[in-house]
């Protein structure tokens, strides 16, 4: 037995072993323009993003609610002023030069909105930014109302906006 267990702990070793002198000699790709990630390295980076906005992400009742008109359409402005140059494809339909250029495409909302996703995960997203993504954190940039309030237009899909915020959304659309 002991040396059935020495034997599991020397090939534990040698992984991470190897898995170590590959990231040290730079065969771990780095580059924005590599090809897309290995099945590994999407699975650890899902998984523990999952995790940890599973442990972190507020839980309801939500602080500055109930998500009103006004409150919806101030989160448009908020998102065309702050999120909409990577998330929001144009009239085209087609993302802007620098979502193109992200190494981790930016879900483009205007085609795929989060309006599934819990508003307590899309504020964390928000205020945390995604690590190794072009996401960033808007802790220090947005209040914490400003941040829900941009939560609270991203729950509704573009079809059930109030009409302040569609026209905001539609323009911006159009714009881009």
């Known amino acids: 037995m002991l040396r059935f267990l020495a034997g599991g702990l020397t090939v534990i070793v040698v992984i991470l072993a190897v898995l170590f002198a590959a990231v040290w000699w730079g065969y771990v790709p ?18 523990s993003l999952d995790a940890t906005i599973a442990r972190e992400e507020p839980q309801a009742p939500y602080p ?17 002023a702050n999120c909409a140059v990577c998330h929001n494809s144009g009239a085209a339909g087609e993302p802007s030069a620098i979502a193109r250029g992200l190494y981790v495409r930016a879900p483009q909302f205007s085609r795929h909105g989060v309006d599934d996703d819990p508003e307590g995960e899309t504020y964390w997203k928000i205020e945390h930014g995604i690590r190794f993504t072009g996401m960033p954190s808007f802790k220090d940039r947005l209040s914490e109302e400003q941040i829900w309030h941009i939560t609270y237009f991203l729950k ?10 569609a026209a905001i959304w539609n323009q911006a659309k159009k714009d881009t």
């Open 30 to 47: 780095a580059a924005a323009d590599a090809p897309k990630p290995s099945p590994l390295e999407r699975w650890a980076a899902h998984h």
């Open 64 to 80: 500055y609610g109930p998500a009103t008109d006004a409150v919806i359409a101030d989160g448009a402005k908020l998102y065309m």
């Open 156 to 165: 509704r899909p573009s079809s059930e906006l109030p009409a302040a915020a």
